[in-house]
């Protein structure tokens, strides 16, 4: 079952449960949003996602949020470090 666009969410918590949705949807993970630590490692360590885990959740979060996420970009290690500097870069980012 598909569901249609979701309005954007306003508060930081809602914001914060839907990137984790989105995550463990986009990339098939086998856990809930409360599971996510808000601060742990997105990358290795914490979540376990790799490099190309990575790259399918930032295709993800740029088509939901109008971003352009370069795989150049020196913020990139801060933006994806954890659930929290995700949600807080799309809160300051986002066109949609």
């Not at 990575?54 to 939901?64: C, F, G, H, N, Y």
């Not at 795989?71 to 066109?95: G, K, P, V």
Request: charged share 25%; no cysteine.
């Amino acid at each position: 079952m598909q569901e249609t666009q979701k309005p954007i969410v306003s508060s930081t918590a809602d914001l914060q449960r839907e990137v984790a949705e989105l995550m463990i949807e986009g990339l098939n993970l086998e856990v809930t949003a409360d599971q996510i630590d808000l601060d742990a490692p997105l990358y290795g360590e914490g979540l376990g996602l790799d490099s190309i885990d990575i790259l399918e959740a930032a295709l993800v979060i740029s088509k939901r949020y109008g971003l352009q996420l370069r795989t150049d970009s020196a913020d990139n290690q801060h933006i994806f470090s954890s659930l929290r500097s995700l949600s807080d870069y799309i809160a300051s980012q986002r066109t949609l």
